[in-house]
């Protein structure tokens, strides 16, 4: 049923999608080409610019429900077969209650201890006395007949805080959109379809059955190694107790955030990992005289038709992303919607994913469905000590893991360069 439901789906959007890359089109003038778009040259909405602007917004804001919608039906897809795989679901354990924290009563000012005390309730207007005597527990400190400061006492003592505050550093965006699996062997091994020549054909009856012709090729992806290390003194270790969670921590970040990178702009040669960018057989779309949406529109289409997937994902460096959402009509209308609103992080329906880890002006459309990485070894953390550091006192941390990078259907993949 799921099944059934995500083709519809995906139908819907793609006629969507080709309906707002008309209006777009109409609106860029006779030859559909027009850097700007004019809403009076658009006759396929009736009303006022107001109306024509707001029919657009309404009809993105349905793509972007839809393309929600899509990637729903997709995850459930994936879980169905999953269960069906394993003949079981795995129950996930409960969250643990949150302990509740007490709020401590704040501290009384000496205002507040003034007025409640007995001297002034006791206190009436019209007494000859114009002041009030009270006495105040807690809140003066007793007189000095000499002043004991900084300067001819102790200096403040000031402690360092627990915070640490890192360095600046391109975040994790991709590893999460790629389907992943485990792997026990040194290589993903698999058959490719290389050769379909269909000559299937009407025959009349004792004629001949035309002949068809099919080919498999044996395709192999090798388990790669991404790792660092960092040399740490005993002292160090022993001393502060946070230095080694925060390496426990860091250095596996550096290796996640490399595969990140290896993922889009791997080059292939080893010991490097083959990224959806360099893929050999990857579709290509020049950007050209076309605006940026209408490029990207022309990837998808690609990917469709030619690569015979559904593009569900779109790569952009945050460079490339603004002039898109920047994007205005002749009236300085923002098309993507005003600045005052968050503004959709999807473009004709599909999920854009903004990261400086995709090479700069070229945009990445995928069906990650065709792609999949998978684990030899997760990220693992040793101690152990290198050569004579035994004698220095020093200890070697290291960490790193072990993965393939399969792309199954290149031509699922399309880039879009010159943006």
């Not at 057989?281 to 289409?301: C, F, L, N, V, W």
Request: hydrophobic content about 40%; charged content about 25%.
């Amino acid at each position: 049923m799921a099944l059934k439901q995500l083709v519809e789906k995906r139908n819907e959007l793609a006629a969507k999608q080709a309906k707002l890359e008309g209006i777009f089109r109409e609106g860029r003038g006779p030859d559909g080409k027009g850097k700007d778009i004019d809403l009076d040259l658009i006759t396929s909405l009736k009303g006022s610019q107001g109306d024509k602007l707001n029919e657009i917004r309404k009809l993105n804001e349905e793509l972007d429900s839809l393309g929600r919608e899509v990637e729903a039906l997709i995850v459930t897809e994936k879980a169905a077969e999953r269960v069906q795989e394993e003949h079981g679901v795995k129950a996930t354990p409960a969250a643990t209650a949150q302990p509740k924290f007490q709020e401590q009563p704040a501290e009384k000012s000496f205002a507040d201890m003034f007025i409640e005390s007995e001297a002034f309730k006791d206190w009436k207007p019209g007494r000859r006395n114009k002041s009030i005597s009270c006495e105040i527990k807690g809140g003066l400190r007793p007189l000095l007949k000499a002043t004991f400061e900084t300067g001819a006492g102790w200096a403040p003592e000031s402690l360092r805080i627990g915070r640490l505050v890192e360095e600046a550093l391109r975040p994790i965006r991709v590893i999460d959109t790629i389907p992943s699996g485990s792997t026990s062997q040194a290589a993903i091994v698999y058959m490719e379809e290389t050769t379909v020549t269909n000559n299937a054909a009407e025959r009349n009856e004792t004629a001949a059955y035309a002949e068809s012709a099919l080919a498999l090729t044996e395709q192999s992806s090798t388990v790669r190694s991404i790792g660092t290390s960092l040399p740490v003194t005993d002292e160090q270790l022993a001393d502060v107790p946070q230095a080694r969670s925060y390496l426990n921590m860091r250095l596996p970040f550096l290796v996640r955030q490399r595969l990140d990178g290896e993922i889009l702009t791997g080059d292939g040669n080893a010991p490097n990992l083959r990224g959806l960018n360099l893929l050999v057989g990857a579709q290509s779309q020049a950007k050209g005289t076309d605006p940026e949406p209408d490029a990207i529109y022309k990837a998808m289409r690609l990917v469709r038709v030619t690569g015979r997937a559904m593009p569900n994902i779109v790569y952009a460096h945050p460079n490339d992303w603004e002039t898109i959402r920047l994007l205005r009509t002749p009236d300085g209308v923002y098309i993507w919607g005003n600045p005052s609103e968050a503004g959709p992080m999807r473009i004709w329906g599909v999920g854009v994913v903004e990261t400086d880890a995709q090479t700069e002006n070229t945009v990445l459309v995928v069906d990650t469905t065709f792609t999949q990485l998978f684990i030899r070894q997760d990220v693992l953390v040793e101690i152990g000590l290198d050569a004579d550091d035994f004698t220095h006192g020093i200890q070697t941390i290291r960490c790193g893991l072990r993965c393939a990078l399969v792309g199954y259907r290149p031509a699922a993949v399309c880039k879009v360069t010159g943006m």
